[in-house]
């Protein structure tokens, strides 16, 4: 995130706009629709335009070439003339002397950025590409208009004279905080969308009535995060992704599903790997109860799918056994998300009639496997977490029966911008992770499918170059 979003309180100092173009005038009326004074000075004639905001006092102008000295007792500048020079000029007195200025189709030169803005008065969304691209700003503002209907700015004052009553009848945040969510998820927020404010009132006098003293119960949502692209989510995850207080989360959680969930609920790491446990399987489970105990609502979230080597079982037995409500939301597991993303199909008439998944993950240096069942004739085997013994996975398919030759397949931080497929055979697995430096997460495919990569390969990673799809036959 290049640029901190913030919503200023007008200031009683005016804005400086230099110029009288129509970016300038455009400048000048997002100023001006926010109830902040305007001082404006251009070469060119007094706009037009303007002569309502010059009529109620809200805007001087002076005809001349802008000075420093109209920067005197501002409070904000934006440079927005025809001429680059004046503008980078004045961007460099603004910030000799402290002051955000915005400086016309030149972003860096400036230090702060005006977004594409919907109005629904209190209620504000600001939609910015980080000067990029305005054109895309004001299009995905168009789509948030049929969204987010002019009422929403009735609700918010509506909810806002009942927000002191709420705080003292109920002390509790979390409860106070679930109080206002049912109301905005009921039937308050259609009565005011239907104009029926007098019936909504009756509605959150009855809520608070209710709520008074409530305490709240925790529950705790045990949600598949997926393999790594945010876009694999389900609608139910991200729901309870934005209603957690708490979020306790795995190292396979990418950063940008991470950064879905609620902003100000508290996060909690309890990552796994090879030698490193930042918290005992036993820790999370009792940390799961304790929080909702609390009277939390606890995000659990789990990479991939958390019944699929996730030990979400264990997590949701130990939940049961201490009476805590949970909900589960299966994800896409890994093999699904990894195979697909690589143009691999786990099952085809041609080659692979079934498909096993396997966790391949060394207890005591050891694989203890039905490896007879693995190497049978037209099947997929899918190894989870089996990097670390790619050499004995290797071998002991090798040693019972199945083909030197077989395609094989790693997809490496699967279904992600940084995803790398390496495709060789059985044999050549352990030489490429040593030769590729192939790192964790990775998954392993093992069948005929393999060759269909080629074929089928769609999804082109941004880290997609030359030499990341290794072939070894």
């Known amino acids: 995130m290049k640029y901190l979003p913030l919503f200023l309180l007008t200031s009683e100092r005016p804005a400086l706009v230099a110029g009288a173009g129509r970016v300038a005038r455009r400048k000048a009326e997002f100023v001006l629709r926010a109830g902040q004074r305007v001082r404006m000075v251009a070469p ?138 049912a109301l905005i998820d009921g039937p308050v927020s259609e009565l005011v969308f239907a104009g029926q404010e007098a019936r909504a009132r009756l509605e959150i006098e009855t809520a608070l009535e209710r709520a008074q003293g409530a305490r709240p119960e925790g529950e705790v949502y045990l949600v598949g995060a997926g393999p790594g692209d945010p876009d694999l989510l389900t609608f139910r995850a991200l729901r309870l992704m934005q209603q957690a207080d708490v979020v306790v989360y795995d190292r396979l959680v990418s950063k940008p599903i991470l950064e879905m969930t609620r902003q100000d609920a508290e996060l909690y790491y309890v990552g796994k790997q090879k030698d490193d446990h930042a918290v005992p399987q036993e820790g999370i489970n009792q940390m799961l109860v304790d929080l909702a105990r609390q009277g939390k609502r606890v995000l659990r979230l789990k990479g991939g799918d958390p019944f699929v080597f996730g030990r979400g079982g264990e997590e949701i037995e130990t939940l049961a056994e201490h009476g805590i409500p949970f909900q589960v939301v299966p994800g896409i597991t890994a093999a699904s998300g990894c195979a697909a993303y690589a143009g691999i199909p786990l099952t085809h008439r041609d080659y692979a009639q079934s498909c096993i998944f396997v966790t391949g993950h060394l207890k005591d240096g050891s694989l203890d496997l039905n490896w007879e069942a693995l190497v049978q004739p037209r099947q997929t085997v899918v190894f989870y977490m089996g990097l670390t013994g790619i050499g004995v996975i290797s071998e002991r398919l090798i040693a019972h029966g199945m083909s030197p030759d077989m395609p094989a397949a790693l997809v490496e931080q699967g279904t992600t911008p940084n995803q790398r497929v390496l495709i060789g055979t059985v044999a050549t697995l352990p030489e490429i992770v040593h030769r590729a430096e192939v790192r964790a997460p990775t998954l392993t495919i093992v069948g005929e499918v393999v060759r269909l990569h080629e074929k089928l390969e769609w999804y082109q990673a941004e880290e997609h170059r030359p030499g990341t799809v290794f072939s070894s036959h």
């Open 44 to 181: 060119g004639p007094f706009p037009a335009a303007l002569h309502w905001a010059r009529a109620r006092g809200m805007l001087e102008y002076r005809q001349g070439n802008v000075e420093e000295a109209d920067l005197e007792g501002v409070g904000l500048v934006f440079a927005a003339t025809d001429d680059r020079e004046v503008n980078a000029r004045l961007a460099r007195w603004a910030r000799q002397r402290g002051l955000h200025v915005n400086v016309a189709d030149r972003p860096e030169e400036g230090t702060f950025i005006v977004p594409s803005v919907l109005d629904r008065d209190p209620v504000l969304v600001a939609v910015s590409t980080g000067g990029t691209s305005p054109v895309l700003a004001r299009r995905l503002r168009a789509r948030l208009e049929s969204l987010i209907p002019s009422a929403y700015g009735r609700l918010a004052r509506l909810l806002d004279a009942y927000r002191e009553r709420a705080r003292a009848r109920i002390p509790d945040e979390a409860a106070r905080r679930r109080f206002w969510e």
